[in-house]
């Protein structure tokens, strides 16, 4: 499976964008979709996940309520809106996949199988 996350760039505090996570393979439909987020000098957290419908969600606190994680299994893409963006939010964006049959809500980073290269995003106050 390859990922390519686009999307990133420079926006004020308060204002939106959208990132995606385009997947290659035939079995994007199974896989777990995941967000994370590396600010410099920190470790990778959790932003976001969904299930293999897009049914379920789950968010870090920190992003809760601001943004929304939505996958369309016939583009074979995964998205991240962001809403209501603060300085915080400032980091590296990652999409990245699991290939999980059983379990979901997957928030630790290790437990990935693959990773997207990676999307600046970049709030100003």
């Known amino acids: 499976v390859q990922l390519q996350a686009s999307g990133g760039g420079l926006v004020q505090a308060g204002g939106s964008l959208r990132l995606s996570c385009a997947a290659s393979?035939?079995?994007?439909?199974?896989?777990?979709m995941g967000w994370f987020r590396q600010a410099p000098g920190k470790e990778r957290e959790f932003v976001a996940v969904?299930?293999?419908?897009?049914?379920?969600?789950y968010y870090a606190d920190s992003v809760k309520g601001r943004f929304t994680i939505s996958r369309d299994n016939a583009k074979n893409t995964v998205y991240l809106q962001m809403n209501s963006l603060k300085p915080e939010d400032t980091a590296v964006y990652y999409c990245a996949s699991k290939d999980s049959r059983r379990v979901w809500l997957q928030i630790d980073p290790s437990v990935y199988d693959y990773w997207g290269q990676g999307t600046l995003v970049t709030v100003s106050s």
């Open positions: 969904i299930n293999w419908s897009g049914g379920s969600t």
């Open positions: 393979g035939r079995a994007f439909s199974t896989y777990v």
